[in-house]
Nanobody, 116 residues
């Protein structure tokens, strides 16, 4: 299984970015796919995820109303639309593909920097 993220970059406060993730070589349908982020000196934290079976989503409180997760997680594609970005959103964003007892897979991460 290979997980690859794209779409990061430098954006001004209040701007938008769209991250994309592709998980290839999946032996089974994912249980869920999600986005996590890790800022310098901080632990990795959940941003949002989708449960494949019913499409339920969950967001971190800090991004509710600003970020939207979407994708065809049964086929291994995932997106994160990020609006009204704040400097506090600066982090490396990681895509995760959860295959339950068959493994948990991570991408290499994509840098998002919010600065004027």
């Amino acid at each position: 299984v290979k997980v690859v993220e794209s779409g990061g970059g430098l954006v001004q406060p209040g701007g938008s970015l769209r991250l994309a993730c592709t998980a290839s070589g999946l032996p089974f349908v994912t249980y869920s796919m999600g986005w996590y982020r890790q800022a310098p000196g901080k632990e990795r934290e959940l941003v949002a995820f989708i449960i494949t079976s019913d499409g339920r989503t969950r967001y971190a409180n800090s991004v509710k109303g600003r970020f939207t997760i979407s994708g065809d997680t049964a086929k291994g594609t995932l997106y994160l639309q990020m609006n009204s970005l704040e400097p506090e959103d600066t982090a490396v964003y990681f895509c995760n593909a959860d295959l339950s007892q068959y493994g948990n897979y991570w991408g290499q991460g994509t840098q998002v920097t919010v600065a004027s």
